[in-house]
Structures are given as C-alpha cells and as structure tokens.
C-alpha cells in the first residue's frame, strides 16, 4: 500500500502537526445497533453564499422585483406556493418533499454582527463563535468530544479538506475524499514493520491505525453491498451515497459532513444557481428517497446551510455578500413547518435582511432533540427553537 498517498486521502492535519483521527481507531468504530433512538445528523454545507431570496421566493412582494428586475424568479414559474412564498424551479423534488410533509424551512437565520466574509464567516458557522470572538475547535467537534468519552462516536467528512466544524480536543473524524481509491488501497497487501526511529514508528503506527479503520470502512460498504438505490448522477449525489451506504453498513459515525460549492454568485447568477439548485435538487431528493425506502428518514436528520445568504438588490446580473438566509432540515422526524416570517424587504439593515433565528439556536436544537445533549457544555447559550421536531 502507498502510504503517502493513504495519508493524503485520510489523515487530518493541524498546525502542521499530523493527528491521529479518532475515528478510526477500532475500539471507536462500534456497530450501530437497530434502535430507533440511534440517530444521524448528516450536513450538507453550500459554500460561498447561497441566495435564499431566489431559493424561497416571496413572489408577492413587489419589493422582491423591484430589487431584482434582472434575476428575479419569474413568478409564473415558482412552485408550491404557500403564503407568497415559493420554489425555485429548480427545486422541485424538496418541494415534493415538502408537501410530504418531511422539509422544514427555517427562515431568516444568521447570527449579531456578520461577518460577509467567506472565511471568517464560515469559521463563525464551523465553531458557533460570536462574531467577534475565535475559536479553534468545532461545535461538531466539541459536542463528540464529550460524547464520545462514554459512547464511541465520531464523523466522517466527505471532502477534500478537514472541516473546522469536526475538530475537536481529542476526539477527531476522518476526512476522505475518494472512496474508490481507498479501496483499491485495501486490495494492497504490507506489512507494517515499526523501528527504532521514534519518528518514523509514530507515522507507521498512524498508518497501521488508519489501515484498521479503513477496515472497517470497507466491513460497513461490504454490509451494504444488496443495498441498490439509483442515485442522480452528479457529485453531491454520490458524496450523499456513500454516507447511505455507511449507515446501512452500520458504520458507528453519528456525525456525516459534506459540501457544494460555487454559491458566490456575483455575476450570471440565474443560470449558475438554476445549475446549483438542481444539482442540491436531485442529490437531496435521491438519499431522501433512499432513506425513506430502507425505513431510515426518522432516524437521519439531513440539514442544508451556507454561511451567509446576499444582498437584497441586484449588482447588475448577480448579487453581493449578504447575512441571513434560510436553512432546511430533511426528515428526523420534523415536523415540515416554516418556521419563520418571510423575509422583510421592507425593513432592512444597511441594504441587507435582519436575521431572526440565531444559526446557534438550530445547533442547540438538532443537539437536544436528537441526543438529548445540553448545548450550554460547548458554549451554546442560545435556547433551542420550538416546532422543528
């Protein structure tokens, strides 16, 4: 087996310090079992900025137009209204999932004081900062840190980079960014021989411990193997569907994590968020299928998010950096409200839309109904909300 390259694709690096993932040691990769109460946070992040305007459209608002007169969303064209709010076109598999009763909309949500910058503000999202403070492990992070002194928990990430919102103290996930190369690794066969050079034995035993838990990755796709669901063909969808066949490979992780890019829509932004929305449209709807088949949904909670939504008015074909936008909970057992008003374009703060549900409210919801965990012991002040589950 190359371990240069297995590294790349598995372990974490911080402050230039290699770091053992947690997760996969053996003793932390315990069988799921069938109980109800087991259940699953899975994230799906939507990097650069989603435009939740054009997402949900309050179509009976003039000012929504009047705004947008170049990228406003045709109102012929929205779908599923409900109370002057709709969907984009794009969308209309979560709007089927929404008349199923199984997507909650959160509106309005962000956090005092944005930040519009990519990076900070999704440091502020990744850690559940304020937005004048810093710091350097995850919420995700945090809260499996604690849990998994007693219990084995941890997170896979689905990416080419290690999340922020996963690191923690201790306990630490896995990142991976290619399944398939990973098994080809597997079918390699070598002998891991330790020396006497300190060194060098603390990376051999960092592959020896990342071999065992790639094991067991390999056990949970082999327990999954008659599991056949027919997924969209796109790359979010397949990120979605090795998470589906993890968990029905009962894989211990409680925590799954992976992203979508290309939200920052400055210019051209009608077909690049058409393109965008289908792509989140078809992968969604392809592992709510999927969980819904194999008697899953109530027990996995999918939830979509960005780290900050765009300006209200137009710059010409596109929108800038903005603060609130909405965020979505698919399945676990919620109960398929909009929670929220609609967005106010009357009442506006320099140009952007007030936020009204602090994003660390969602946390500390998604934490105690799913876990019965109090999010006051990772720093999570914000009550939890009402009416999600």
């Not at 063909?233 to 990120?239: A, C, E, F, I, V």
């Not at 999927?290 to 999918?302: E, H, I, P």
């Not at 137009?314 to 909009?338: A, C, F, R, Y």
Request: proline share 3%; glycine share 8%.
């Amino acid at each position: 087996m190359d371990r240069r390259n297995f590294l790349k694709l598995t372990a974490s690096a911080a402050a230039g310090m290699l770091v053992v993932p947690g997760f996969l040691y053996s003793s932390s990769l315990v069988s799921i079992n069938d109980n109800a109460n087991d259940n699953i946070l899975v994230f799906i992040q939507l990097n650069g900025g989603n435009d939740g305007l054009n997402m949900f459209i309050p179509f009976e608002d003039p000012l929504y137009y009047f705004n947008r007169p170049n990228i406003g969303v045709a109102k012929d064209t929205v779908i599923n209204a409900i109370n002057g709010l709709g969907f984009h076109p794009a969308l209309k598999d979560l709007a089927t999932i929404s008349q199923n009763g199984h997507l909650t909309i959160l509106q309005n949500v962000g956090y005092p004081d944005p930040n519009r910058s990519h990076f900070r503000s999704i440091e502020i999202w990744q850690t559940a900062s304020d937005s004048n403070k810093y710091l350097h492990h995850g919420w995700l992070g945090r809260f499996l840190d604690i849990q998994c002194k007693d219990d084995h928990l941890s997170s896979l990430n689905i990416d080419a980079i290690d999340n922020l919102a996963l690191k923690s103290p201790g306990i630490n996930g896995i990142t991976i960014k290619d399944f398939n190369a990973i098994r080809k690794m597997m079918n390699q066969d070598e002998t891991v021989k330790f020396s006497d050079n300190p060194q060098l034995d603390f990376v051999r035993k960092i592959s020896f411990a990342s071999t065992e838990g790639i094991v067991e990755i390999n056990k949970a796709l082999a327990n999954a193997k008659n599991y056949n669901e027919v997924y969209a063909n796109n790359g979010l969808s397949k990120n979605l569907e090795w998470v589906s066949k993890l968990i029905k490979g009962k894989m211990a992780s409680r925590v799954y994590y992976t992203s979508l890019s290309g939200f920052d829509t400055h210019n051209n932004q009608l077909q690049k968020q058409a393109n965008l929305f289908k792509t989140l449209n078809d992968a969604v709807y392809s592992f709510y299928n999927d969980m819904k088949a194999n008697n899953l949904l109530d027990r996995v909670t999918l939830v979509v998010f960005s780290e900050f939504g765009r300006r209200v008015k137009e710059n010409g074909t596109g929108t800038d950096h903005g603060t609130s936008g909405p965020m979505l909970i698919v399945g676990g057992k919620n109960k398929g409200k909009i929670i929220g008003n609609n967005p106010n374009l009357e009442s506006l703060n320099n140009g952007d839309m007030q936020f009204e549900t602090d994003f660390r409210s969602v946390y500390a919801t998604l934490l105690n109904e799913k876990y019965g965990f109090d999010a006051t012991k990772i720093g999570i002040r914000q009550s939890k909300l009402a009416g999600v589950f």
